[in-house]
């Protein structure tokens, strides 16, 4: 049974849960015939399924939750016997479950920010609940804050979503206008103006049904003889540094002043303000399948793109030459596996083939140019990343999933055998890794790793590859799973790509780089 009760109809779309409940008997002789009634208006229940296996007998009873079973007890009983007897068991109270929230809702002016703000006396855990802001009917983001600092002036709309199990209903609760206020002679003012705009909205979530029972709105406005005002205030720019997505995210990118993001098992393509976060618009690769990874040539000015599709032949890196209004796209067969990718100094492509144990780089067009198979001493289960050096050597990263497998990164000749190494077994701490899963180097020469299941990004010393320091801390702002990342040093920030294992609570980051 569920401590927090089953669901039962809503208006997410949501099925009726089933309640399962089953009892058991040994016996001696015949078997007997198990029934199962509620003890709360004793009815019976005939659509039991019972299995006999050799002395024991088990009968387990499904029924969808509904609301007339919250509170009832469920027993499940023998027939009686020669004696008059009956044996029988009962179930714990059923829970069907009841959800209620009171919201006190409003957006107000604080100073220079206008401000979505959710108040609940009663947010239970089985429940995610998010505020979701939208400009002029266009997605803004989505924040688990109780207090939102709005970005740009504007009419924005703020919204409750209630989340459970990848459903989720919204309800809007205020409306902000973030238009800028002015005196005649056009200087911004703040003295005089009070603007609130209140919105107290009731929601009585019976089963997860949402029942607006009240709403109330009150406008407020005081002004000095004289003096013209208008609703809202100029509001700050205030950067944000954490961004949800609704899917996995497999690749990061820069392009002038726009953040690119690929997503597994999807072929679209988010764009975002670089500045702001704010998302801008999406592209779709209809040849695209399943992104794994994504880099950004510069020179060549294109975007690539390892497609790991689902098939068991050769996969793809797709080349996206225009990616405006309208997508353009070559794209190549690999020799066979897929695996992240980079760009190398020659403006080529180089593929990390994840479990083959193999280095190929291939030119602007797909023609392959160098295979390296790694030595069988170099070789582990999995190679994450591969980086070709200035001087023909490359930079790797590795690891297994059997405990004495190594976590490591090494530099590598071209024939594939290690001449430089930093790691041993899975562990935590300097020079030791838990799935150093991507690499990149920045402008100084440094490694930066992403230790992925120590859930930090650390830096290694460029030839020595000893450890420098970690660059962000273990589960720093909640951090857990990081997998991808680009840097962005012209303005001092590293992006990282978050997907936790089940890619429920998926996002980016942006951290200061320095």
């Known amino acids: 049974m569920h401590p927090a009760g089953f669901i039962g109809p809503n208006e997410c779309d949501l099925q009726k849960e089933d309640m399962t409940f089953s009892c058991g008997v040994s016996f001696a002789g015949n078997a007997p015939s198990l029934t199962w009634r509620s003890l709360t208006g004793s009815h019976s229940f005939v659509n039991s399924v019972c299995t006999t296996q050799s002395n024991h ?8 939750a509904d609301p007339d079973y919250d509170g009832t007890v469920f027993v499940c009983e023998t027939k009686a016997s020669n004696g008059g007897v009956r044996f029988n068991c009962s179930t714990e109270v059923v829970k069907v479950q ?10 107000r002016k604080v100073h220079e920010n206008v401000t979505c703000i959710v108040r609940s006396s009663n947010l239970e855990t089985r429940y995610y609940w998010k505020i979701r802001v939208e400009k002029n009917d266009q997605y803004v983001f989505l924040s688990s804050n109780r207090t939102i600092a709005l970005q740009k002036p504007g009419i924005y709309q703020c919204y409750v979503e209630y989340s459970i199990r990848h459903n989720t209903c919204s309800f809007l609760t205020s409306v902000v206008n973030a238009s800028v206020v002015t005196n005649s002679g056009g200087s911004q003012k703040e003295q005089g103006n009070v603007l609130a705009v209140v919105l107290s909205i009731v929601f009585s979530m019976v089963l997860l049904g949402v029942a607006v029972i009240a709403a109330s709105v ?18 700050s720019d205030i950067p944000k540094t954490k ?24 072929r679209e393509i988010g764009i975002y303000d670089l500045t702001s976060l704010a998302f801008i618009r999406s592209i779709t690769i209809d040849e695209l399948i399943n992104a794994y990874d994504m880099k950004h040539c510069a020179v060549n000015r294109c975007l690539y793109i390892m497609d790991a599709n689902y098939t068991n032949t050769s996969k793809s890196i797709i080349k996206v030459t225009s990616f405006g209004e309208e997508a353009s796209w070559i794209s190549w067969r690999t020799r066979s596996g897929h695996g992240c990718i980079s760009v190398t100094s020659d403006h080529t492509v180089l593929l990390a083939v994840l479990q083959e144990g193999r280095i190929e780089e291939y030119g ?15 070789a582990v289960s999995y190679l994450r990343y591969a980086i070709k050096l200035s001087d023909d050597r490359f930079l790797i ?27 041993d077994r899975r562990g935590y701490g300097p020079n030791r890794f838990n799935v150093p899963i991507y690499l990149t180097i920045d402008s100084r020469g440094s490694i930066v790793v992403i230790d992925r299941d120590n859930s930090r990004v650390l830096s290694l010393e460029p030839n020595s590859l000893d450890f420098g320091r970690e660059v962000i801390q273990s589960k720093r702002d909640g951090m857990i799973r990081p997998e991808r990342m680009v840097l962005d040093e012209a303005r001092g920030k590293i992006v990282i790509a978050h997907n936790d294992v089940g890619w429920e609570r998926c996002c980016f980051f942006v951290f200061d780089y320095n």
């Open 364 to 378: 602007p067009n797909g023609a392959l140019i160098l295979e390296i198979k790694l030595s069988p001493d170099t």
């Open 397 to 423: 990263s590795q690891d297994g999933e059997a405990d004495d497998q190594l976590h490591r990164v090494c530099v590598i000749d071209a024939a594939g055998n290690i001449e430089v190494t930093s790691g």
């Open 98 to 107: 009841y959800f209620s929230v009171d919201n006190e809702t409003s957006a």
């Open 218 to 235: 009150v406008y407020a406005k005081r002004t000095k003889e004289g003096r013209k005002v208008t609703f809202g205030s100029r509001l």
């Open 243 to 266: 961004v949800r997505s609704e899917k996995a995210i497999s690749g990061l990118a820069i392009v002038d002043l726009e953040l690119f993001v690929t997503y597994f098992k999807s």
């Open 57 to 64: 007998i088990n009968c387990s009873l499904t029924l969808k």
